[in-house]
């Protein structure tokens, strides 16, 4: 797309209008500029131009400072011309096109802005689950500590239990051997 610059000047401000396809951003940035680069150089009021010169006569002061104001003007178009073809050169407004229309595209999608959002909600969301199962398979293996603890002390009692069975019988006997042997002595 190409794009040209026309320059019409206005009671000795000039103005640029792009004669064809710059958007918006083009424009403010131009009419920034533009008022920008005015209130530098219109900065120094007549006032302040007669109190320099003071020292020279009104004509004198007068003529220097219609000189002034020529300079300046001049000065102005030509700042203003090499912003122009600076901008033409490196295709500010085509950039500053593809910036607003990538802007445009950007808000018509409505996934776009919550895009990023949903992207934390979902890094956050797998870290939580991460986390949660470490946390459950911790839980499994102390479960599994936990029974195979249940299981050695069952297994001990078992032991301990047949253990004190056969300890009870062995007193059982000794006890029926006992009597025996008292009712054998008694009867002698």
Known sequence: MEKMVEVVANNNDESCS???GIGNKFS???KSFNFA???LLTSCSNQDFNQAFSTFTDTETQ???RLFLQVITSLHENIEEEFDSICLRTQVGAA???VEEVIEERDLDPLFSDRSYIMDVAEDLCAAKKNEIQRLTQMVQL???NNQMLKS???LL???KQVLSGASEAVEKFRSMNLRYEANISDK
Do not use: C
């Open 18 to 20: 792009i004669a064809t």
């Open 28 to 30: 403010d940035l131009k």
């Open 37 to 39: 680069l005015r209130s």
């Open 63 to 65: 003529l220097l400072h």
């Open 96 to 98: 500053l096109d593809a």
């Open 143 to 145: 479960g599994e500590e």
């Open 153 to 155: 002390r069952l297994q």
């Open 158 to 160: 078992r032991e301990g």
